[in-house]
């Protein structure tokens, strides 16, 4: 079965500095998505970001990147030019690609970031 | 386009009622989950829906919590009777396989307490 290991139970950085959030995974699947959701304080849940795993490029939105390392099964979020809005719990998350039809994704524990001013 | 609607938001029940949650996920998606959520921690499945058909109720506690996706839309999660233990956000998510983007899109889920 896979699961996502989130190491880092709370982050804190300073308004303006980056940070990265560290995700790794355990699979035997060659094809799979990654993703980084962000759960702000009794707020919805929203995508981040996503990564394809046969995708070498590191995807990028704005100041979230990720920098996705498939051997060593790493999945880590970058934030740059933190801002306040920012403050949340970030969830990784995996889902496996078999065929065309949803399957199971597998949520990792959380990190709560916090945001200085 | 509209996200994931749940309802309600917030719900307060004594242990022992029975309580449902209600769900309409993104126009056009097939396939929409339930997950469960504790304070502090992430999503945990408790069933997933292609279309009108439950593929995944592994981890339903079946002798008390109940779903249907009538006409594969709308979804309904029951639980009868509640525990205190079932306090928790209960979220419903949707996601589509169009365009070969299998990104999972969530409501603002339903926060349970159970006095």
């Known amino acids: 079965a896979q699961t996502v290991t989130q190491s880092q139970p709370e982050m804190s950085v300073q308004e303006a500095e980056t940070v990265t959030l560290s995700c790794t995974y355990d699979?035997?699947?060659?094809?799979?998505?990654l993703f980084w959701y962000k759960q702000p304080p009794s707020r919805q849940m929203i995508l981040v970001i996503r990564q394809e795993a046969y995708k070498q490029q590191n995807a990028t939105e704005n100041r979230f990147s990720v920098n996705f390392q498939k051997a060593a099964k790493s999945f880590s979020l970058k934030i740059s030019d933190s801002q306040l809005g920012d403050a949340a719990m970030y969830f990784c998350a995996y889902r496996r690609l078999r065929d065309n039809y949803g399957q199971n994704f597998v949520f990792g524990p959380g990190t709560r970031l916090s945001v200085l001013p | 386009e509209a996200g994931v609607v749940q309802s309600p938001r917030y719900k307060i029940i004594e242990k022992k009622q029975p309580v449902a949650f209600w769900c309409n996920p993104i126009?056009?998606?097939?396939?929409l989950y339930w997950y469960l959520q504790n304070l502090g921690q992430g999503p945990e499945l408790l069933i997933r829906y292609e279309n009108e058909e439950a593929v995944d109720d592994s981890q339903l506690p079946k002798d008390r919590f109940s779903a249907e996706r009538l006409k594969g839309v709308d979804s309904t999660l029951k639980i009868q009777p509640a525990e205190l233990g079932d306090s928790a956000v209960y979220l419903c998510?949707?996601?589509?396989?169009?365009?070969?983007?299998?990104?999972?899109?969530f409501g603002p889920g339903t926060r349970l307490t159970v006095l």
């Open positions: 998510a949707s996601s589509s396989g169009g365009q070969g983007i299998y990104t999972q899109y």
């Open positions: 126009s056009g998606h097939n396939t």
């Open positions: 699979t035997s699947e060659s094809d799979y998505y």
